[in-house]
């Protein structure tokens, strides 16, 4: 069983910056893709970005591409996203997924190939 943790939310003002951080255990981190998704109020939960077990290899939603940062440590087991010049529409609970497949070649967007989710943590933009 793969257990996700997200921390690192809150309330920021609009321009302001946030850290995520998603410690994972019970697997062997190193060798799974992982993303970040995020859900705001009355939406579907969409893509924010996702990072290759290697590292080698990023995608970030169009919204948040020059904005947010993925990055991973694999000897920490944790997967970050730093959040800088954030909007009142980056408002949501902000999940942080394990890809399903070992060793995947590209980073996906399809939330149905993510089989582990933490359990959330809110982030409010207020302008």
């Known amino acids: 069983q793969v257990q996700l943790v997200e921390s690192g939310g809150g309330l920021v003002q609009a321009g302001g910056s946030l850290r995520l951080s998603c410690a994972a255990s019970g697997r062997t981190f190193s060798s799974y893709n992982m993303g970040w998704f995020r859900q705001a109020p009355g939406k579907e939960r969409e893509f924010v970005a996702a990072?290759?077990?290697?590292?080698?290899?990023?995608d970030y939603a169009d919204s948040v591409r020059g904005r947010f940062t993925i990055s991973r440590d694999n000897a920490e087991n944790t997967v970050y996203l730093q959040m800088n010049s954030l909007t009142p529409e980056d408002t949501a609970v902000y999940y942080c997924?394990?890809?399903?497949?070992?060793?995947?070649?590209?980073?996906?967007?399809?939330?149905?190939?993510?089989?582990?989710w933490g359990q959330g943590t809110q982030v409010t933009v207020s302008s």
């Open positions: 990072i290759k077990w290697s590292g080698g290899r990023i």
């Open positions: 997924a394990a890809d399903r497949s070992p060793y995947r070649i590209v980073v996906v967007r399809v939330s149905t190939e993510y089989n582990y």
